[in-house]
């Protein structure tokens, strides 16, 4: 699936200069993420339930 016809989200936290950040798109398999100042690059997939693992320990973190 091209990145370009994805439904982009931004995260909402920045980086300490206040202009990093990154974006995640679900699909049906994964969640792809990608650096928001450089879009033409590969995004990284990552399998959802990978995700879910991921998200709880970053909240937990």
């Known amino acids: 699936m091209s990145?370009?016809?994805?439904?982009w989200f931004k995260s909402p936290c920045r980086g300490t200069a206040g202009d990093n950040r990154v974006e995640?798109?679900?699909t049906g398999q994964a969640v792809r993420v990608r650096n928001s100042k450089d879009v033409v690059r590969p995004c990284l997939a990552v399998r959802r339930n990978g995700w879910a693992r991921f998200a709880v320990?970053?909240?937990e973190a």
């Not at 990145?3 to 439904?7: F, H, I, N």
């Open 57 to 59: 320990f970053a909240v």
């Open 3 to 7: 990145s370009t016809r994805l439904a």
């Open 24 to 26: 995640a798109a679900v």
